[in-house]
């Protein structure tokens, strides 16, 4: 059982990084993104296929995933921030769409379906059955680390900027703001933290392969950080670990109604977890964390 906890916390450690990096993307600058899991796909092979096939270090897999889809993000988002709110968010998950399936057949490079296995996981020959303990720790360090950079971000000029283009474009543009390179930057930075959550999940389950990328798990970090409170850092991370704590705890109903087959079973969670979630947004409509507003300053 504390296994069990331990993988739970682990998992919703690295959603909550996921959540923080479509928080900056989309709670911070309101660029709505439906293709945050192409980007933790990304990281998670650019790790794998340095650490395991160019027998790299780990620390930096972690830094290259963390670059390369960092620039990545930026390509996409130079051809992309033309479009409006709909029409960028169907672009973005197509181009999750197109990442997965270039895993999927590219099999010279990503072994396709088989997926790469024996991805390196530090310290795993010195630390043994505490390895689990010890990589939670680690993405909790991860966690904080990146809460912290991102609570700057938010209160620097740079963040205020970010609110200003969400809130109206056309009206920072007039205050003389560069939007474009704002947008840029701030989707870029937003691949990096996706870049860094798939990499951290490569490392831990030592395994990868384009099924885990579907676009069900960016729905699930979407409702996270709905659920938490767009806009905030704070309920990213608390959003994430709601929806972790949903969809395991709905894995437990098989002793409660034994006769349902497995596909009543899953079609059963996914409506428990919709709904579980419908009822947060009901009575928080903002979310359990709603982005603080400014203060208005007195003369």
Avoid at 213 to 239: E, F, R
């Amino acid at each position: 059982m504390i296994n069990y906890l331990i993988a739970m916390a682990t998992f919703g450690a690295i959603y909550a990084v996921l959540a923080l990096a479509l928080n900056v993307m989309w709670g911070m600058a309101g660029m709505v993104n439906l293709g945050i899991v192409g980007f933790y796909a990304f990281g998670a092979y650019i790790t794998a296929l340095l650490t395991l096939n160019a027998h790299a270090p780990i620390a930096l897999g972690f830094l290259a995933a963390m670059i390369g889809t960092a620039m990545m993000a930026a390509l996409v988002t130079l051809g992309l921030t033309r479009l409006r709110d709909d029409y960028l968010a169907i672009v973005t998950l197509g181009f999750a769409e197109v990442v997965r399936i270039a895993a999927e057949n590219e099999i010279w490079l990503t072994r396709g379906t088989d997926g790469i296995s024996g991805i390196p996981q530090p310290l795993k020959s010195t630390l043994g059955a505490d390895f689990n303990a010890a990589y939670l720790v680690f993405c909790l360090v991860v966690l904080a680390v990146v809460l912290w950079v991102l609570e700057r971000v938010r209160t620097s000029p740079f963040g205020r900027v970010l609110r200003a283009v969400r809130e109206d474009a056309q009206v920072a543009a007039f205050a003389g703001k560069d939007v474009l390179r704002f947008k840029v930057k701030a989707f870029a930075l937003g691949g990096a933290l996706a870049g860094l959550a798939g990499a951290l999940y490569a490392h831990y389950s030592s395994y990868i392969v384009p099924e885990i990328y579907v676009p069900l798990l960016t729905i699930y970090i979407s409702l996270a950080l709905t659920a938490g409170g767009i806009g905030n850092n704070w309920g990213a991370v608390i959003g994430a670990f709601v929806v972790v704590f949903f969809l395991e705890s709905t894995r437990f109903l098989v002793g409660v109604v034994p006769w349902l087959s497995a596909e009543q079973l899953a079609a059963l969670r996914e409506f428990l977890i919709g709904l579980g979630l419908l009822l947060v947004l009901f009575f928080r409509p903002r979310g359990l964390m709603p982005e603080p507003l400014p203060r208005l300053v007195k003369r």
